[in-house]
């Protein structure tokens, strides 16, 4: 079936720096997301993006963080500056559109440790 | 705010049951309910979905909702040892406005015994 991918699968990074995490959604897809799943929680809808923007975020998706798919290359979340309650991993999805729901296809997460 | 909750937490059978996955949701105008498996360290990866009050079955999976009872769930037949997984039930609020956030559940664990 489709695929996404991130990149990296795992990153170690010190609190106060800047971090930027890789999808690469599905060919087709238009629609793009990041959900956050802090250990032993369930997995929370961070933003969704559409045509270069951002359609809809959560509370969780804090003045630090920002998302990005420049000319069809990666969709990124950058965080800047790094903070140690953003000890997560971050799920990236894509669908191809919204209006009937389409299935959000989901990659294997890039586990993102702060120290 | 959404409230998605899962029954039970962890869930282990002898190969070739049925069994049954739960998953019940706070709000009344959701509009959109999926099920998701994940294996260990992989993508979770979209199982089935239901707009409608009903059912759906494909293959050995039978996807229940019941609006009313603010409730839906997934039947496994003859379950397989590929089966064992983290199962994730997903709800969706208001398709078709360019915002389809999935709130998800916390998971069931299934396994089958050795």
């Known amino acids: 079936g489709p695929k996404v991918l991130q990149i990296p699968s795992h990153q170690i990074i010190d609190m106060g720096q800047m971090v930027t995490l890789n999808c690469d959604p599905v060919?087709?897809?238009?629609?793009f997301y990041w959900y956050k799943q802090i250990l032993g929680q369930q997995m929370e809808f961070l933003v969704n993006?559409?045509?270069?923007?951002?359609?809809?975020k959560s509370k969780l998706f804090k003045d630090q963080f920002s998302v990005e798919r420049p000319d069809g290359s990666y969709f990124t979340l950058k965080i800047q500056p790094t903070a140690l309650e953003d000890s997560a991993v971050y799920f990236c999805a894509s669908s191809r559109d919204s209006l009937n729901q389409d299935t959000q296809y989901f990659g294997p997460g890039t586990r993102l440790l702060v120290l | 705010q959404q409230k998605v909750q899962q029954s039970p937490e962890s869930l282990i059978v002898p190969e070739g049951a049925m069994t049954s996955l739960n998953c019940t949701f706070s709000?009344?105008?959701?509009?959109?309910f999926a099920w998701y498996r994940q294996h260990s360290g992989k993508a979770p990866k979209a199982l089935m979905s239901?707009?409608?009050?009903g059912e759906k079955e494909e293959g050995r999976f039978t996807i229940h909702l019941n609006k009313a009872s603010l409730h839906f769930s997934l039947h496994i037949r003859d379950s397989q040892p590929s089966d064992s997984a983290l199962y994730l039930c997903a709800v969706s609020m208001r398709p078709g406005t360019g915002s389809n956030r999935l709130t998800f559940g916390k998971g069931t664990k299934f396994s089958l015994i050795p």
């Open positions: 239901i707009f409608s009050n």
């Open positions: 993006f559409y045509n270069g923007k951002v359609m809809e």
């Open positions: 709000d009344s105008a959701s509009q959109y």
């Open positions: 060919s087709n897809h238009l629609y």
